[in-house]
């Protein structure tokens, strides 16, 4: 299994700011995934992230909002830039364990914006 | 496109109750089909997987059938504990998906009182 840290686990940010979401994993990964939970709302997928190539986005997801850092196989920045009340949401990052078919979670950093 | 369709909870049963939570899915060609489960104050986890049509997965005495004429994969336990008390979400990963693209239902919170 892996272990996954978020960091924040929570913040308050006013509106026009940025907010970097950092995810540190026990292993070495190719791929981690960001997702978001938005009040009364199921998870989404924001983008895979691949170390030494660009993030891929899902659809309605865009690069300058999210930009997205994978600078090695452990670790990676989910960025939330010039927020609006509507971002405010929980931010997932998780890794995939392929031999199990098991997806592995961050316990989330829980975004509010004023 | 894919969508996963969870009943809407909270679901409040007594212990030892028998336990349903219905979901149904809308997907092209052949998805995966998953339950993760959310306990209060810890990161999702995956509860049970099948990957093929008539598929059972089982875990904790969880179960869950995956059937194709019915697009249905539903949960279901004999017999709740208070232990058992969490948010339930139904997801999917289409069949050309990548291992950690999943679509998820709503949740739904269950609450077993003693």
């Known amino acids: 299994s892996a272990v996954i840290s978020q960091k924040p686990s929570r913040d308050i940010c006013q509106r026009g700011t940025s907010l970097t979401i950092q995810c540190q994993v026990d292993?070495?990964?190719?791929?981690m995934f960001w997702y978001r939970q938005q009040p009364g709302q199921s998870l989404t997928l924001i983008a895979t992230a691949n170390q030494g190539s660009e993030a891929t986005y899902e659809s309605g997801f865009v690069i300058d909002k999210f930009p997205i850092s994978r600078p090695n196989l452990t670790f990676s920045t989910l960025t939330v830039s010039n927020m609006s009340p509507e971002d405010s949401s929980i931010y997932l990052c998780s890794v995939a364990d392929a031999a199990t078919d098991k997806l592995f979670f961050g316990s989330g950093t829980q975004l509010s914006v004023l | 496109g894919d969508s996963v369709t969870q009943m809407e909870g909270p679901v409040t049963l007594s212990e030892e109750a028998f336990l349903t939570i219905n979901c149904t899915y809308t997907a092209t060609g052949y998805p995966s089909l998953f339950w993760y489960v959310q306990y209060p104050g810890e990161g999702l986890q995956l509860l049970l997987k099948a990957t093929k049509a008539d598929d059972k997965g089982s875990n904790k005495g969880f179960e869950a059938t995956y059937r194709k004429e019915t697009t249905s994969f539903h949960l279901e336990k004999g017999s709740v504990q208070v232990s058992d008390s969490a948010v339930y979400f139904c997801a999917l990963r289409p069949g050309s998906g990548n291992t950690g693209k999943l679509i998820f239902g709503q949740g739904t919170t269950l609450q077993v009182k003693p």
């Open positions: 292993s070495q990964v190719t791929m």
